[in-house]
Each structure stands twice: as structure tokens, then as C-alpha cells.
């Protein structure tokens, strides 16, 4: 009894190892990867260039879903009832989130999606990926070198947005000695009254990448709060920091971020699992200074935030 | 990338194609009015003796006369606007979702301060039927020019009594011309970058321009014949004379003025207030030969300011603003215009309408400001393909050539 248990362990062994030989590509051989684009957009076609700089040996196919959800999910019907590729390279918020709804049993890696913990859920282990958010270090640390005597960060977010950033964001600022004062909306009209009340109780401001607290009258009334009282806006894009915020920090490029997720995938390929992998940030940011701002809020950019700067609005 | 190649390899062929379409007839097309009376105006029987000759005496009225309406016609024959669409998807970094910028197919005539994207082909292929009809309002069926002879006494004037009162004689020609233009255009259009377009227009045209004219003199008095000695009318066609009917002209086909574009889109998605704003560049090259009435036969450069902003996803208005300098005539140079949107009323079916206008600040009479109004549908049926139409009907018919209206079909695809 004890040999047959033992030549069945071996056994199965032997065939989970073949199992698991098969379904990696063999060293010399090209890994099969099927790139489904959300939409034809020119970052992300930045994207796919700097994966494929990266996973340079693969076998990529692409397919556009061309901003179509259903078209996204009849390709991925198609795609199961075929041979399944050794990996999905998923581009764009909405490819993730048809990726999400139709595959289990293939690695996914995603590229180009903001707060992709919205769309994928605990149970979803086959899926990692670069996300395009920008550290939440790198943004609280450059509105304290911007202001030292900055203690106090306020910030509006909507909680079922962005409630998992703001809770990590809250343990960063503490490590980083100041305080993150966050209120809650629910809808962008909640965004005066939220502002309002901070009035006087901070030192800067912080724009999250929330669809809630980003509706234009949101945008521009935490813009005018900057000017009456005269505190920093750390805004998302470049866009923003032309509108009038201090600093616009986002993700240095398509890329970038697509050269992060082939990076990912060569270590799927090579026989991590994705569920060892955590989702990447934006290695490089770009960073806009708006110096008209800095002006009006008689703040003196330090020079070491204007050399890594790669606009300055002047 | 391969679906690219093969786009641009078979606009060669279409350009070669274009480029190797002769001319049946080598006669000039544009001096066909001119040349309607064999190119030296009209000519009379000589009197017999002891009469003095009269036979040239209506010679350079009339070429004075033909030449002027030759001008006007040939001058005013140009080249209609074009355009690409905007279709596709824009990036919102803030939110990290695409953003359709298909809220419309785009505009048909005039321009959106939107691009086509980085890495885009567009190519557009359209036919466009001109038939003129008005020439400062008036019938190009029916013209009528009016030759005045010369001074016979040498006193400076036409006598209107007296033995020299048949200075006063005319010669009434009245003319119809039909005058017709097939217009093929390819027209491609190249995203450099997300913000920055190049591309061309490559017109082949058929012009068919054919004049009939019936001359008769007339005394001061709108009798037939004009003035007589007895029987004998001083003024007179016979044998000898040029004919008074003539006719004259002929078809052409070929390469039309190419027209190399770009468009540059300096502000987008700026705030809730100011418009998207791009700048066009357009050079009209001198390539279709103006002896045949298929080019302008100068080189045009134009700058031109659009703005446009798209409400609530579907409704685009635009404007446009610029000047066009004629480098080969001054008095050509315009003032170009255009007010109008787009409506993306399904989401395959776009309205575009507008007003579009061209303003010549030192024109020479003819055509000095003309308005039309355009209107056309984009269809989305599949894909990347559209298909268009358009009418542009003229606004005001009295200044300058002008047709009834101009429809336009096309078909475009967006790699």
C-alpha cells in the first residue's frame, strides 16, 4: 500500500510538472501573447510598442475592441475556444475589465489603467499588471518639498472610488510626518461644502484620480480654493497645472508603462505566478510647474523640483 | 502597418494614373471664348469701293470683350474645399479612459480644430459635380455681350445723328456656355502626431467647356442690319467676314492643382470655455495645367485659424478664419471664412451644415464675395468606413461663377 501511494504521488507529480512545463513556452520558444487594446488610442499604442520592446521574443497578436465592450467579450469567447495563448496582455481600463469578466485560467497582465483594484476583484488571481497611478510617495514628498511647513493635506474623494487610496494614503503621509485631512462626497455638488469646510484647517491640496471628485465644477472650485487661500494644488496632468494648479504629476508616457508590464509578463513567462506579482505604479512621472501659480500663492519653487521638471509653466 | 503600405503603394498608382491622363485635344481650353471669333475678334465684309473699309472696325471690342468674359469665366473655376474626418478616441489622462471623439463624423467642407490622431491614415475618395450656370447672376445660357465699334470722324465720339451716326451701330453676341466640372479627388490625411495632421489633395478633373455665340448688328435704335447708305448696310457679315455664329471649346481631363495640407492642433480640452483651437496650413501647388483650364496655374498659400468645441458629446460648432495669398495674382487673394457644426444626431449619422465664405479685399469684380451654405451627412455604416455627401448651394448667385449647387459624394476609410 505504502508503494502504491508512493507511485501515485510520483505520478501525479510527474504529470503536474508536465502540466506545468506545457504550459510555459520551452527556452528558444516564442511565448504566445494576445494583446487586446480597449481602443485605438495613441497611448496605448505607446503602450504595446514598449511591451513589445521589452517581451521582444513573444508571438503578439493584437486586437482592437475599438472602445466596444461586447466586441471585447465575443473576441475573448472566441479566443477560449481556440488554443489559449500563454498570456493576455490586457491595454486599457476596458479591455481589463472584459478580461476580468471572461478569463480565469489564462495570466493576464495589464498596461494603462487607473485603479485597476476598481475592476479586479480578491478572487481574480490570474491578473497583475502597471498601473498608469502615480506613487502616492512621490506625491505627498513634492508637495512637502514644495512647502515644508505644509503639516496638513486636504483631499476630496468619493468612497466608493477611491476610499482603498485614500486609506493607503493616509498610513503614507503619517510615515512621511503630515496629515492627510480627507472628506467624503458622494456626488461633485458635495465638493464646495467638502472644500468649504477645510477652509483654514490646510496647508495643501491634492487632486485624486477620482471620476467623482474630477466633474469640472469639483476641478475648479479646489482651483479657486488654491488662490483664496493660497495653498498648493497638486493636480493629475499637465492639463490641470495649465489650468492654474501648482504641480501636474502623471505618468511619464504610454511607454513607459507598457515597458513595466512586459516586464511582468517576462516573469510570468518564466514561471512566476501572477498573483506573486503586485501591481506596478508609474516608474517615470512628468511633472508640470505651473510658476504663474507659485506666484500668486507667493510660494518659491525649489530648484531641485524645477530641474526634474519636464514643463514649467512660466 | 501592412494594411498602411498597401494604402499608400495604391495612391501612388492612382497618382500615376492621374499623372498620365493626356489631353485629347491640345488646344488651350482656357482661350476657348477668347478664340471663339478665330482669335482676332470680329471682322466685317469689307464695303465695296468707294466705301471705306469697315471690316475692323468692331475688331477690338470685340476681342476686348471675349478676352474679359474669358477672364471671368476661366478665373472663377477653382478648386472646392475638402477635409478629413475626426473620428477615433482621444486619451483623458486624469480619468484614464478613452474619450470618443467621434461625438461627430466631423465636419464635410470646413475644418474642426480636432486632428486625426497619431499614427492615422485617412483616405477619403470623392466626386464632385460642378455645373455652372451663373455668371454675376446671369445666365451662362444666355449671355449677351455687346461690341461698340470704333470712331470713324476722329471726334472722340460716337455720333448719334448726322452722316456719322452709324458709329452708333453694335454688335449684340449672345452666347451660351456650358461649362461642367467632374472633380476626383483623393484626399489623404497623415496623424504625424496626436496633435499635428499632414496630407494632400490630389484632384483629377473632366472640364467641359463649351461656348456657342450668335452675333447680329443692330443700329442705335435695336433695328436689325444697323445702319444703311440706301441699301447697302455699312455694317455687315458676308463671305469674307469672320461668321456670326462660332462656336468653340472642348473637354479636358487631368491632374487638377495638388494641395498639400497640415494642421496643427495647438490647444485641446484646455477648460470648460475656450474652444479647441488649431492652425492649417494649406499650399495649392501649381500642377494642373492652366492652359487646359485643369489648374489655376499659381502657387496659394493659406493659414487658417479654426476653433471648434464640442457640447454634450454630440454637437460640434466651428470657425474658421484665415487669408489666402495668390501668389500669382494679388488681386485673387481672399479672406476665408466658415461658421458652422456638426451634429452627431446617431451614432453612425452625423449633420454637418455651414456657412462658408470667400472674401477678395482687391478682387477684380468678379466673384469679389461669395457665400455658400453647406450642407451634408456623414454615414458610419461599418467600422472605419464612411460615406458622405454634400450639397453646397450658393448663397448669393450674382457675384461671381457659380452653379446652382455642388453635390459631393465620397467614401473614406481610417486606417
Do not use: C
Not at chain 1, 232 to 238: A, C, I, Q, V
Not at chain 2, 50 to 56: G, W
Amino acid at each position: 500500500m505504502p508503494i502504491l501511494t508512493t507511485r501515485i504521488v510520483r505520478l501525479l507529480s510527474t504529470v503536474w510538472l508536465l502540466g506545468a512545463v506545457a504550459s510555459f513556452p520551452l527556452p528558444g520558444e516564442a511565448a504566445n501573447i494576445v494583446a487586446l487594446k480597449g481602443a485605438d488610442v495613441d497611448v496605448y499604442d505607446e503602450a504595446l510598442d514598449g511591451f513589445k520592446s521589452v517581451a521582444s521574443r513573444a508571438q503578439i497578436s493584437e486586437y482592437d475592441m475599438e472602445g466596444d465592450l461586447q466586441r471585447g467579450k465575443r473576441f475573448l469567447a472566441r479566443l477560449k475556444s481556440g488554443p489559449k495563448p500563454d498570456l493576455i496582455l490586457a491595454i486599457g481600463i476596458w479591455a481589463l475589465q472584459v478580461v476580468v469578466e471572461e478569463i480565469r485560467d489564462i495570466p493576464v497582465v495589464f498596461a494603462m489603467v487607473l485603479n485597476p483594484s476598481t475592476v479586479i476583484g480578491q478572487e481574480a488571481r490570474n491578473i497583475t499588471g502597471a498601473s498608469m497611478n502615480v506613487p502616492i510617495e512621490q506625491q505627498i514628498a513634492l508637495l512637502k518639498k514644495a512647502s515644508p511647513q505644509a503639516r496638513r493635506i486636504g483631499v476630496i474623494y468619493d468612497p466608493s472610488k477611491t476610499g482603498f487610496l485614500i486609506k493607503q494614503a493616509e498610513r503614507i503621509a503619517s510615515d512621511q510626518g503630515v496629515r492627510l485631512l480627507p472628506k467624503a462626497i458622494a456626488s461633485p455638488k458635495d465638493s464646495f461644502a467638502a472644500l468649504d469646510a477645510m477652509q483654514g484647517e490646510i496647508d495643501a491640496l491634492w487632486i485624486l484620480p477620482d471620476v467623482t471628485v474630477l466633474a469640472p465644477e469639483s476641478v475648479q472650485y479646489m482651483l479657486l480654493f488654491s488662490f483664496r487661500n493660497r495653498i498648493p494644488l497638486l493636480g493629475l496632468s499637465e492639463n490641470q497645472a495649465r489650468m492654474g494648479a501648482l504641480f501636474g504629476l502623471s505618468f511619464g508616457s504610454g511607454r513607459d508603462i507598457g515597458i513595466q508590464a512586459g516586464e511582468i509578463a517576462n516573469e510570468i513567462l518564466s514561471g512566476r505566478r501572477a498573483d506573486e506579482i503586485p501591481f506596478t505604479t508609474a516608474r517615470r512621472l512628468r511633472l508640470t510647474v505651473n510658476l504663474k501659480t507659485a506666484g500668486k500663492l507667493g510660494l518659491q519653487v525649489p530648484k531641485e523640483i524645477l530641474d526634474r521638471a519636464d514643463v514649467v509653466i512660466r | 502597418m501592412k494594411v498602411r503600405l498597401r494604402a499608400v503603394l495604391n495612391l501612388s498608382l492612382i497618382l500615376l494614373l492621374a499623372g498620365s491622363v493626356r489631353p485629347a485635344d491640345a488646344a488651350d481650353l482656357k482661350d476657348a471664348i477668347r478664340n471663339l471669333y478665330g482669335g482676332q475678334g470680329i471682322l466685317l465684309e469689307p464695303l465695296p469701293l468707294p466705301f471705306p473699309s469697315q471690316e475692323s472696325r468692331f475688331q477690338a471690342s470685340s476681342l476686348q470683350g471675349l478676352d474679359q468674359l474669358n477672364s471671368q469665366l476661366t478665373s472663377a473655376i477653382g478648386v472646392p474645399a475638402f477635409n478629413s474626418s475626426v473620428t477615433g478616441f482621444t486619451f483623458d489622462i486624469e480619468r484614464g479612459v478613452p474619450v470618443r471623439t467621434t461625438e461627430s463624423l466631423g465636419t464635410l467642407l470646413t475644418e474642426r480644430a480636432t486632428t486625426l490622431g497619431a499614427r492615422k491614415l485617412d483616405l477619403t475618395f470623392t466626386y464632385t459635380r460642378v455645373n455652372f450656370t451663373k455668371l454675376q447672376g446671369k445666365d451662362l445660357k444666355d449671355l449677351e455681350l455687346v461690341f461698340l465699334r470704333g470712331d470713324a470722324n476722329g471726334n472722340g465720339i460716337r455720333d448719334t445723328s448726322g452722316p456719322f451716326s452709324f458709329e452708333s451701330d453694335v454688335i449684340r453676341a449672345r452666347l451660351s456656355v456650358d461649362l461642367t466640372e467632374d472633380i476626383f479627388a483623393l484626399i489623404a490625411t497623415y496623424g504625424l502626431t496626436a496633435e499635428w495632421d499632414v496630407g494632400f489633395v490630389v484632384p483629377v478633373t473632366h472640364i467641359r467647356l463649351i461656348a456657342k455665340a450668335h452675333a447680329a448688328i443692330f443700329d442705335q435704335f435695336g433695328n436689325p442690319g444697323g445702319t444703311k447708305v440706301g441699301d447697302i448696310p455699312i455694317h455687315r457679315f458676308g463671305p469674307n467676314s469672320s461668321r456670326p455664329d462660332a462656336s468653340g471649346g472642348g473637354d479636358e481631363t487631368g491632374l487638377g492643382d495638388i494641395v498639400l495640407r497640415t494642421k496643427y492642433n495647438f490647444l485641446r480640452h484646455y477648460d470648460d470655455l475656450v474652444p479647441d483651437m488649431a492652425f492649417l496650413v494649406e499650399l495649392k501647388l501649381p500642377t494642373g495645367d492652366e492652359e487646359r483650364l485643369l489648374g489655376t496655374g499659381g502657387t496659394n498659400v493659406t493659414g487658417l485659424l479654426v476653433a471648434s468645441r464640442t457640447y454634450a458629446r454630440w454637437f460640434t460648432p466651428h470657425v474658421n478664419l484665415g487669408y489666402e495669398i495668390d501668389t500669382k495674382d494679388t488681386r485673387q487673394n481672399a479672406v476665408r471664412y466658415a461658421l458652422g457644426f456638426d451634429a452627431r444626431l446617431l451614432p453612425e449619422l452625423t449633420l454637418a451644415a455651414g456657412i462658408i465664405g470667400r472674401a477678395k479685399p482687391d478682387g477684380s469684380g468678379t466673384g469679389d464675395h461669395i457665400v455658400d451654405l453647406s450642407l451634408g451627412v456623414k454615414w458610419n455604416p461599418i467600422k472605419s468606413l464612411i460615406l458622405r455627401t454634400n450639397v453646397q448651394i450658393p448663397l448669393d448667385k450674382n457675384s461671381g461663377l457659380r452653379a446652382d449647387f455642388i453635390p459631393t459624394v465620397g467614401i473614406e476609410y481610417i486606417f
